[in-house]
C-alpha cells in the first residue's frame, strides 16, 4: 500500500509559480512512477506531468517549458514546480503512483492523494 499526501496548494496571480508536493508512505516509493493529474470544474481529469523512478520525465504539452516534475526518493516526496502559471491552470492537482512504467493514462496508477487546489487568477 501507498498513501499520498499533496500540499502547497493555493491562489496565485498569473504568471507566478507555485511548487506542489506529494509525500508517500511506504518504503519502496524508489521503485514507483509517479504523475501529476489535474481535473478543472466541469472538465474530465487530464495528464500533467509523470516521472519514471529513474528519473525520466515526461510532460503533458500544454505545460512544457513552464513545469517541471522531480523527486526525491530519500524524501519520498514528487514535487511539480509551476511557473509561468495561467488562469487556465486552475484545477485540483492529484499526484499518483504506479507500480510500473509511467503512463499517461490515469486508470494506469495504482494509487491516488485526495488533491490541493491550485487557483490562478487574472
Known amino acids: 500500500q501507498v498513501q499520498l499526501v499533496e500540499s502547497g496548494g493555493g491562489l496565485v496571480q498569473a504568471g507566478g509559480s507555485l511548487r506542489v508536493s506529494c509525500a508517500a508512505s511506504?518504503?519502496?516509493?524508489?521503485?514507483?512512477?509517479m504523475g501529476w493529474f489535474r481535473q478543472a470544474p466541469g472538465k474530465e481529469r487530464e495528464f500533467v506531468a509523470a516521472?519514471?523512478?529513474?528519473?525520466?520525465?515526461y510532460y503533458a504539452d500544454f505545460v512544457k517549458g513552464r513545469f517541471t516534475i522531480s523527486r526525491d526518493n530519500a524524501k519520498n516526496t514528487v514535487y511539480l514546480q509551476m511557473n509561468s502559471l495561467k488562469p487556465e491552470d486552475t484545477a485540483v492537482y492529484y499526484c499518483a503512483a504506479r507500480g510500473r512504467g509511467t503512463s499517461r493514462i490515469g486508470d494506469d496508477y495504482d494509487y491516488w492523494g485526495q488533491g490541493t487546489q491550485v487557483t490562478v487568477s487574472s
Open positions: 516521472i519514471s523512478w529513474t528519473g525520466n520525465t
Open positions: 511506504g518504503r519502496t516509493f524508489s521503485s514507483y512512477a
